[in-house]
């Protein structure tokens, strides 16, 4: 039997570790201590932030990795479904108050929570070991972790290097005030003004973080998409995406009056509502909803995933600014295709 945190040990521990318990897995996930063992290094905690299980969506006491005595070894368990699929990332620290005192007596305070986790994520690492991770769309490095029997994801599973590269354009906004880049990406014949159009937010991720052009290329061979125009609209920084795309007239308007038009001359699509689509996460999935509701004319097909329909109103309390509009009858569903879509643990 090999001794925790020799080096065969550690040389076997290639990511999280699991077994079968009940209905899901016992998960452990490891961390080594680059400083070595707790007389030569000074790291008080190593928190751990799964998505949908310790994330800062969850009303939930921090958890912390565990140093094994005498070793440089940190772990953590958790019981996860069979069918899990997520990312998660380490963030070690020298200090031991990183949340306030609120957050570990009884129900945590949400407020004093969310803000000692927006302290903390800047400094986010993705676990050495595992070697599948991207960046995650709060700009941290993340880990990609899935359980055995996590649903196929078509188009991901198989990826195809048969597809033209994505055309960069520079969006210049006398609207918005700003300068990016806007990715578009195409399928099918060059010419056809009939495509579908597919617009992206948070389109840095997508294009850099986890680039989306393989999976779309091998859907669309395999006739599961029909050939589109997709363009991809980068978020540019925290401040300027938690301004923009949140009920954001101005930036609809921008996409509508500047953008597509620039597209245009690079990509012909069609205009038609219903072959028009607007996909997003989180605020994302909030914008996404906001623009299907207030331009139905343009588009028609809303993919929102984890919305942030509380905005602007967090804990609960209070309906979001989308719900209020829906119920006072301001605006309506009718006519468009939604897709909602929230993750589970």
Same mark, same amino acid.
């Given at each position: 039997?090999?001794?925790?945190?020799?080096?065969?040990?550690?040389?076997?521990?290639?990511?999280?570790?699991?077994?079968?318990?009940?209905?899901?897995?016992?998960?452990?996930?490891?961390?080594?201590?680059?400083?070595?063992?707790?007389?030569?290094?000074?790291?008080? #905690?190593?928190?751990?932030?799964?998505?949908?299980?310790?994330?800062?969506?969850?009303?939930?006491?921090?958890?912390?990795?565990?140093?094994?005595?005498?070793?440089?070894?940190?772990?953590?368990?958790?019981?996860?479904?069979?069918?899990?699929?997520?990312?998660?990332?380490?963030?070690?620290?020298? #200090?031991?108050?990183?949340?306030?005192?609120?957050?570990?007596?009884?129900?945590?305070?949400?407020?004093?929570?969310?803000?000692?986790?927006?302290?903390?994520?800047?400094?986010?690492?993705?676990?050495? #070991?595992?070697?599948?991770?991207?960046?995650?769309?709060?700009?941290?490095?993340?880990?990609?972790?899935?359980?055995?029997?996590?649903?196929?994801?078509?188009?991901?599973?198989?990826?195809?290097?048969?597809?033209?590269?994505?055309?960069?354009?520079?969006?210049?906004?006398?609207?918005?005030?700003?300068?990016?880049?806007?990715?578009?990406?195409?399928?099918?014949?060059?010419?056809?003004?009939?495509?579908?159009?597919?617009?992206?937010?948070?389109?840095?991720?997508?294009?850099?973080?986890?680039?989306?052009?393989?999976?779309?290329?091998?859907?669309?061979?395999?006739?599961?998409?029909?050939?589109?125009?997709?363009?991809?609209?980068?978020?540019?920084?925290?401040?300027?995406?938690? #301004?923009?795309?949140?009920?954001?007239?101005?930036?609809?308007?921008?996409?509508?009056?500047?953008?597509?038009?620039?597209?245009?001359?690079?990509?012909?699509?069609?205009?038609?509502?219903?072959?028009?689509?607007?996909?997003?996460?989180?605020?994302?999935?909030?914008?996404?909803?906001?623009?299907?509701?207030?331009?139905?004319?343009?588009?028609?097909?809303?993919?929102?995933?984890?919305?942030?329909?509380?905005?602007?109103?967090?804990?609960?309390?209070?309906?979001?600014?989308?719900?209020?509009?829906?119920?006072?009858?301001?605006?309506?569903?009718?006519?468009?295709?939604?897709?909602?879509?929230?993750?589970?643990?």
């Amino acid at each position: 039997m090999l001794t925790a945190g020799s080096e065969r040990w550690w040389a076997e521990k290639k990511g999280p570790q699991w077994q079968p318990e009940g209905d899901g897995y016992r998960v452990t996930f490891w961390w080594r201590d680059p400083a070595g063992t707790e007389l030569t290094s000074a790291m008080q #905690r190593v928190w751990i932030y799964i998505t949908g299980v310790t994330d800062h969506h969850q009303n939930a006491t921090p958890q912390t990795l565990t140093r094994l005595p005498g070793t440089d070894v940190w772990q953590w368990q958790t019981h996860l479904p069979a069918h899990w699929r997520g990312t998660y990332c380490f963030i070690p620290s020298e #200090r031991d108050d990183d949340f306030s005192p609120a957050v570990f007596s009884g129900t945590p305070e949400r407020a004093a929570l969310r803000e000692g986790w927006r302290k903390l994520l800047p400094r986010a690492i993705a676990d050495p #070991r595992n070697p599948q991770g991207w960046t995650g769309g709060r700009g941290h490095a993340v880990s990609v972790l899935e359980m055995p029997d996590a649903p196929l994801q078509p188009g991901w599973n198989a990826p195809s290097s048969n597809y033209t590269p994505p055309v960069q354009l520079t969006w210049r906004s006398p609207m918005l005030h700003n300068t990016r880049q806007v990715w578009v990406f195409t399928t099918g014949h060059d010419n056809d003004a009939g495509r579908p159009l597919a617009i992206l937010l948070d389109g840095q991720f997508w294009a850099k973080s986890q680039p989306v052009w393989p999976a779309l290329a091998a859907l669309t061979a395999q006739s599961e998409l029909p050939p589109a125009v997709y363009v991809l609209i980068d978020a540019l920084d925290t401040a300027t995406r938690g #301004r923009e795309l949140p009920c954001n007239d101005d930036f609809w308007l921008a996409v509508q009056q500047e953008l597509l038009p620039l597209v245009r001359a690079t990509a012909p699509f069609s205009d038609r509502p219903e072959q028009t689509v607007v996909a997003g996460q989180s605020f994302g999935g909030l914008a996404a909803m906001y623009a299907g509701l207030h331009w139905p004319q343009r588009f028609g097909c809303v993919l929102s995933q984890s919305g942030s329909y509380w905005w602007p109103h967090r804990g609960g309390q209070q309906d979001g600014a989308v719900l209020e509009q829906l119920k006072c009858g301001e605006v309506s569903p009718h006519g468009l295709r939604i897709w909602l879509e929230a993750g589970e643990r």
